[in-house]
């Protein structure tokens, strides 16, 4: 998937990679895509839900091995 922006977000636990991504989206340009590489799995749950709260759009996750990739694009 097409991204603007990547945030590591590899070896943080839940809640930190939900909150940590709240200050980076900020940093991206409105209509841009955000990808959040993750370990927790727990982010598989707490990513699209933190969408829907906040009003940015939840494009979908990819796997590539340990790795969860989330892509967002910054609405708000």
């Given at each position: 998937?097409?991204?603007?922006?990547t945030?590591?977000?590899?070896g943080m636990?839940c809640?930190?990679?939900?909150?940590k991504?709240?200050q980076?989206i900020?940093e991206?340009?409105?209509s841009?895509?955000?990808?959040?590489?993750?370990d927790?799995?727990?982010?598989r749950?707490d990513?699209?839900?933190?969408c829907?709260?906040t009003?940015?759009?939840?494009?979908?996750?990819?796997?590539?091995?340990?790795?969860?990739?989330?892509?967002?694009?910054?609405k708000?």
């Amino acid at each position: 998937m097409d991204k603007d922006h990547t945030f590591d977000a590899r070896g943080m636990l839940c809640p930190i990679p939900v909150l940590k991504t709240a200050q980076k989206i900020k940093e991206v340009d409105m209509s841009e895509v955000l990808e959040v590489l993750s370990d927790d799995e727990g982010a598989r749950e707490d990513f699209p839900a933190w969408c829907d709260q906040t009003g940015n759009e939840f494009l979908g996750m990819e796997e590539e091995g340990d790795t969860l990739k989330f892509y967002i694009r910054r609405k708000v």
